[in-house]
């Protein structure tokens, strides 16, 4: 079971990042905020890399916006086998989701980056506060 199943059915219409890339946000068209945070430890990064497809979700387009993209299926493709990274000392991971909607498809790709001995994790979140939330609005 993906991370992001609970997203399946809503409509969104927003995704923010936050926590200085540990935290991404998706935005219903009820105004709620489902939050998903990457788990981080002393000897491991982990990290929101790459979003790809969000021109789904209608960005200045009033009607767009108000009837959002429904989220219809997830699809959680694992974490990569570690590789050498020379620059950080240690190794690199990469974790891979698709979110398919109504409209589209959107790619979420996480990084962790760690000694060799540390795997990344995304979990969902139940508190809603964030802090230092900016709307993405790009493909990155």
Known sequence: ?????????????????????WTLVFRTVQGRFLRYDTENDCCNSVWFNHINGLNILG???????????????????????????????GVIQDAFWTIKTDRGYIDIEVRNSHNGYYGGNVSFNEDQEVLDLHQVTEDF
Do not use: T, Y
């Open 59 to 89: 960005e200045g387009n009033s009607f767009d916006l108000l009837r959002g993209a429904q989220v219809l299926s997830v699809e959680d493709k694992g974490w990569s086998d570690d590789r050498s990274d020379e620059d950080v000392g």
């Open 1 to 21: 079971m993906s991370v992001f199943n609970n997203l399946i059915g809503e409509r969104i219409n927003g995704v923010f990042l936050g926590n200085e890339g």
